[in-house]
């Protein structure tokens, strides 16, 4: 069974913007790079071609991961995501009950989960832990760092689609 790839429609929208931008535009930048690489000669010690050749192979592993994605994606429009229980796309408050302090994270999937930016990813263990949680209700996960202890203070609606 394939397995889907919850992302929001922002994210979605981000992923095949990104597609585009390497079939249509690098794509076609690597192709005049080697054919001028080519034009220097002898390619076995041209690292011109090399350099150009390496970046073909990484913008098409890039592509088909992309093509896979967007294959898989599950979109949600988070805006219409009720917040009553923490799940995709709510915006999750909690109180770290070791360190007495607060996170903010907004409940994203796998492709746009970044913790600087303030999102994780619903299958990252802690988003995993909150999935279906309400205001007040205790939330134990282990992370890389060990046991950790929140109470979900607050759910939000997202800000994003």
């Given amino acids: 069974m394939v397995q889907r790839i919850p992302m929001s429609l922002t994210g979605n929208q981000q992923l095949r913007d990104e597609l585009e931008r ?4 690098e794509r076609h930048e690597i192709v005049k790079a ?13 690292a011109e071609y ?4 390496e970046r ?11 093509k896979d994605k967007l294959g898989r994606a599950e979109v ?23 360190t007495e302090t607060e996170v903010t994270y907004q409940l994203l999937g796998p ?3 970044d913790v600087k930016k303030g999102s994780i990813s619903v299958l990252s263990p802690l988003g995993r832990a909150l999935l279906g949680k309400e205001v007040g209700d205790e939330v134990v996960t282990k992370t890389p760092g060990g046991i950790r202890e929140f ?3 607050l759910i939000s609606p997202s800000t994003i689609q």
Avoid: M, W, Y
């Fill in 56 to 66: 073909q192979s990484l913008v098409e592993g890039r592509i088909l991961e992309l």
């Fill in 76 to 98: 949600i429009d988070c805006s219409k995501v009720p917040a009553e229980r923490a799940v995709f796309g709510t915006v999750v408050t909690l109180l770290d009950l070791t």
């Fill in 34 to 46: 080697i054919e001028v690489a080519r034009a220097h000669g002898d390619l076995s010690e041209n």
């Fill in 22 to 25: 390497l079939e249509r535009v």
């Fill in 50 to 53: 090399h350099a150009a050749k």
């Fill in 151 to 153: 109470e979900v203070v």
């Fill in 111 to 113: 492709e746009e989960a």
